[in-house]
């Protein structure tokens, strides 16, 4: 079924009868060429441009819970591709210009809304590393502007520019960055798969890998043996517990990151903003709900909820940076599992494992990255080679040095 | 209507207050919404999708309709829940979320569009042309969604925060609530008891039980006068808790100040973090509604809520009403009010075998089908044994059952567990640890159990805590159990609310069952059930119902829902704690700041610090102007500037001098004493970190620097090798960033400046104390201090240490005594210019990215030592980089250098891949007469000589540079040990 | 959160400064053969169990004491805490 403005005026007219499922609930088949662990965003993803562009059949998604249900769900859904390194910012500009044709190419409107992401600094030495940052986003051909006080002022009259602790000396702009509908992504791309014949079967865990001499011959699930050609595991947060029974030690911690949506609002933020002295950013969605978050907690977490202490800490920031928030109320907070990678930058890498393929360590950005992940782990998978703009994402490159630091703090998890 | 007889408001004051302009009045003890029912105001709000107008549906805080903006100018407080504003003289209050009036909502053509807007509609459609979601269809939807405006103003009004500690808090103070804090009172526990109410009584306050022989509120007065009495209890009213966090801490906001027109001097909120050993929930339970169509009408609301507005308040929505229950609590409310003078028009029961408990028409096995009246309720539509008739009634009392108020026991994650016979969802054993459900809150409703299983509870916690518990003598109380009837909702052709707020109908949830939106949380985002700003208190149970009957399986296999943090909304202003502004972080002053400031320095915040950026002179215009003469007045005589804020770490032992050779990658133990050293620190994954010196004043005792950004890092790191990894070491640490004063003296008069003021017999000569020497002594007659002879700016020299608080004192001394030698104070930005000028690295070389090799200091790591990040700085990805630090020159003079731009080579096509690096630090150099810069360059130490092209794309620049050498002044180092 | 300090009692999480896996204290020998791979190894790999869990927490705003702390990381429960000193003494065969 095509989805347009034409079939929602038909089926209003008619009581919503023809409305079909947005997938099938398949059975699993006794095997598939390819199986995907995890119907999250990147997951679905993965399978969806399996079969969209790589033209591969067989495909299966297992999601233990519902699709949907792990980070995709539960972000702040920013999407940019404002970063510094070679091995990070053309793969997030090819992100970026997928997300840009996706609606009208998978027929589902994520409310993509590209409304400029704006990052504050404070100082002088942040300026200087934006600006190394803005020219290193120009040079691969994504968009990017450095703003002074009075530009930022002009996009954001309602920051705090009288009597901050530190004052707002400028901004880097993307405006090409914004906003998209979390779960629209993630059933974009369901629907999508189901209707290029990828079995999306939810309530599915596995339990175990089938390794014999050194390959993959498939997973053992709650719903039974599945056997595989090729497994691809896109199970952010529960990366490591799942990798454990490939017997993988990973360079990758699991951490929780708080978000937090205030009560619904007039119009007030227009695109997103980050606070460059205190840890404090902030959307608008169009419910009206304030979407923020901050830092991470710290410590590492299964527990998918957080401390106290952080949510004074954002709310802090919040009000630091713009103080007319204050009598708008926290509505809802919730805690995601962060695969927290020990250099900040992910990996979409083959394994020990002949078959098993893993996508991991998004850290907390791994949402902006959904399209261009699934794309390129399904490139891996497909052509046993990696896509030209994620050749970075190796899981030797910490063993060898060819980190991928962003924020220059090292093998910290809890840092980045 | 007027008031009904009783009550607990206070008749004797009358209290005027707005709603939309128009002038009420009031008592004491009114909520906004009591005083709007009792002024005949039915219509309080309008739905936020298709704009219904609405009433009250409760009279809690599980409101989802009477919302309104609260107060006005900087004050305003959008999506104030009308049931929970505590009435005061001069309250106004507007309603908010529509165009044109609260009776005519331009924005209601939305529900007669509504067909077009079903659930997920927008997942399907404004996909062409793509362009115009942004520009047209997305604006559009963003101003007609949202609730209540901000002010747009900062909150003019002050908060706290506060830690409280306790063996047992009690979350609410009804009947179980106040059983349990007696219980633990009397037994010497201490005690926190928290209601969000302002008046203790929970749903006591709201019926008309006896309690013993007494009326329940005067029950509730004496076990309040007791509390009051106990030192070991403290009554906390207005206080929200709102979340269960991590071993026993619960989030709490007491309103100190929103029942009064201003705060007078008070904090307006107080956000509490509460540390209990145990914790009770009493927190009641919420009543369910049953969607029929049209149950949305202003008038329709739950049976409770209608019982609750007449006792409490003396106030009925309505002159004659009717009520629709399946259970027998939905009688009580026709029995009160009859009691109080309203016409009951009947009580429609589900139930076939139902029976009148009063004088009252009954419709035994009946349902509401219909209502009518868009401005409010007129009358309703009664099936019965396959008929229907139509009753005029201006309100409807629903009662569906009653969902415990399990908020907190799922803050962690336990699943409710689901409870047949009560046909609800009970809290879950494994909710938060030492978490106690009592009362309703617990399936345990009535008064009778509720007070029973809240001293039980709290007996139970008592005894976990090896305290003995005093059981409270329990009045005799109803004990009535109310069975509903599983009745979900009226099957029919309209559409029939079931979450109020955000307008999600039976309809909506059969439409997401056909596309296969069928686990809970589907359901709940396809449709936006639950999301509203009552989180689904009144909706989620009865959609989950809705969604088990459509798949046919049970409730509990059909899904659960939790709970997150805060249980109702808290504002942005009480969780900052009021640390905004200049207030949001503490601020760090020099122990010169002072004199700074009387010299009219200009300060620039550097992390915590703030630090004197430079010492504007009159007639200086600009603030290049006034670098450049310090930087000149430094090079040609001496400077002197403050640089206490690097950090300082005192290091003594046996082993001090091992410990640091294993700390930094070069050799820090063949140190003479008397002499510095340059250290480079790195992580283990061998990137450069921090860099500093290091001074031996004794076999055992070293002094060693950090920068300003890393102090508190490097030190942290430094008790972790100290601690954990070589514990057998004789080394003992101790920050002294504070307890030094330190400041720097440099330029060619810097030696006659300090030999002013060293005292005699301490000879600080060439030969005597040479470059990179260090000693104790004593300065200005007999005050101790430390003297490092190094250098940042590359002139001679030092950098006096003397205790904190000498530190003004000692600079005025060093600015009075060098004026005829032309000392000048100097800030921050002069000390950048010539670091820069002088070619070393500071933070923005030092940003976590660059290996020693790129800074030029590879061969510094040593091999015949483990240190830090020795082995992982020879990988081979670090040994394959090419990048090092130079210095660049701009060809022509006159063309600006720019931090942030990339490097290339000349005429080379610019993209990522033949980016050869860029320029890290860049400033305006007097000694030069030019921009000069710092930089990253690909093999960039084979190419002095080069010129190369500077791209700054962000700013249209293309600049041509010279490759030369990071020192930019006294290359070979003469001045330094002059 | 709340950690039991050895010596100071009961202590606001807040106080703290978070490192990570406890293993940290096992660093290996710069100087030994093969101390690359080991290097590699200690730097960046880690258990990451979901469950009990060891970990480094710094007493920053305190007594400047480095903890290990053993804590569930599914439900946060605290199992225990010492001074790392003693740890890492105890795993060099020293006296704790």
Redesign the interface.
Known sequence: MHFSGFRVIKEALTGHKGWKPLWRNPDPQPSYDYVIIGGGGHGLATAYYLARTFGQARIAVLEKGWLGQGNIGRNTTIIRSNYLLPGNEPFYEFSMKLWEGLEQEFNFNAMISQRGVLNLYHSDAQRDAFRRRGNAMLLAGADAELLDTAGVRAMAPFLNFDNARFPIKGGLLQRRGGTVRHDGVAWGYARGADRRGVDLIQNCEVTGFRIEDGRIRGVETSRGYIGAKKVGVAVAGSTGRVMQMAGMRLPIESHVLQAFVTEGLKPVIPGVITFGAGHFYVSQSDKGGLVFGGDIDGYNSYAQRGNLPVVEDVAEGGMALMPMIGRARLLRSWGGIMDMSMDGSPIIDRTHVEGLYLNAGWCYGGFKATPASGYAFAHLLARDAPHDTARGYRLDRFARGHVIDEKGVGAAPNLH | MTRLSGGLIDRSRSLSFTFDGRTFSGHPGDTLASALLANNVRLMGRS?KYHRPRGLIAAGSEEPNALVELRSGA?????TRATVAELYDGLSARSQNRIGSLSFDLLAMNDLLS??F?AG????????P?AF??KLY?PA???A???????????PDAYD?GFLHCDLLVIGGGAAGLAAALTAARSGAQVILADEDFRLGGRLLAETHLLGDEPATEWVAGVEEELASLPNLRIMRRTTVF?A?????Y?AVERVADHLPEPGGKPRQT?W?I?AKRAVLAAGAIERHIPFANNDRPGIMLAGAMRAFANRWAVSPAERVAIFTNNDDGHRTAIDLAAKGIEIAGVIDSRTDAKALGDYPIFAGGLVSNAKGRLGLTKIEVRQNGRSQWIDCGALGISGGWNPNLHLAS???GRPVWDETLQSFVPAKDGP?GLIAAGAANGQGSTAAALRSGAEAAAQALAELDLKAMMPELPQAEDAVSKPQALWHVPGKGRAWVDFQNDVTV?DIK?AH????R?V??LK?WT?LG???D?GKTANVTALAVMSELTGKSIPETGTTIF???YT?????V???G???????P?RLTPTHHWAKSQGAVF???GPWMRAQYFPRPGETHWRETVDREVLATRKGVGICDVTTLGKVDVQGADAGEFLNRLYCNGMKTLKVGMVRYGLML?????A?DDGTCARLAEDHYVVTTTTAQA?PVY?HM??AR???W??MDVQLISTTDAWAQIAVAGPNARRLLERIVDEGFNISNEAFPFMACASLTICGGLRARLFRISFSGELAYEVAVPARFGHALMQRLVKTGKDLGATPYGTEALGVMRIEKGHAA??EL???TSPQMLGMGRMVSTK???IG???S??????AETRRLVGLQPVDPAQPV?????LFTEGAA????T?QG?????GYSPHIGAHIGLGFLAHGDERIGEVITA?????GQQVALRVVSAHFVDPDGGRLRD | MLIPHPLLGLRDAQEFTYLGDARLIERPDGMAEGAEAAFADYVYLRDNPAGVHRELWFHEQGDRSWLVVTRDTVTHEILGAELARDVALRGKGGAA
């Not at chain 2, 966090?245 to 801490?249: K, L, R, W």
Request: charged content about 25%; hydrophobic content about 35%.
């Open positions: 936020f004050r305003l407080e959008p999506n067909p077009f079903a509609f927008y997942y399907k459609t404004f996909m062409w793509r979601w942004e997305e939807i963003r101003r969604a949202g609730l209540g405006s901000l002010s747009m103003q900062a909150d925060k979340g966090f991590d071993h026993g801490i989030g956000l973090r540390t803050h962690h994650r640890p309809k439409l056909q596309e296969n939106m686990p949380e589907h985002r936006t999301m509203a700003t989180q997150r943090p805060p909304g808290v504002s942005l202003s969780l900052g704690g640390n905004t502004a200049e207030h949001f972080r601020r620039v915040e550097v992580r283990e994954d061998g990137i970190w508190g942290r008790e972790f601690q954990c990894l514990p057998d933070g923005n940003n976590g990215q030592k483990d240190s020795a082995v992982m020879r990988r081979e990805g670090l040994a720019v931090a942030g731009a990339h610019q993209s990522m891949a980016d860029w320029i890290s630090s860049a791209a700054n794309p962000l700013d």
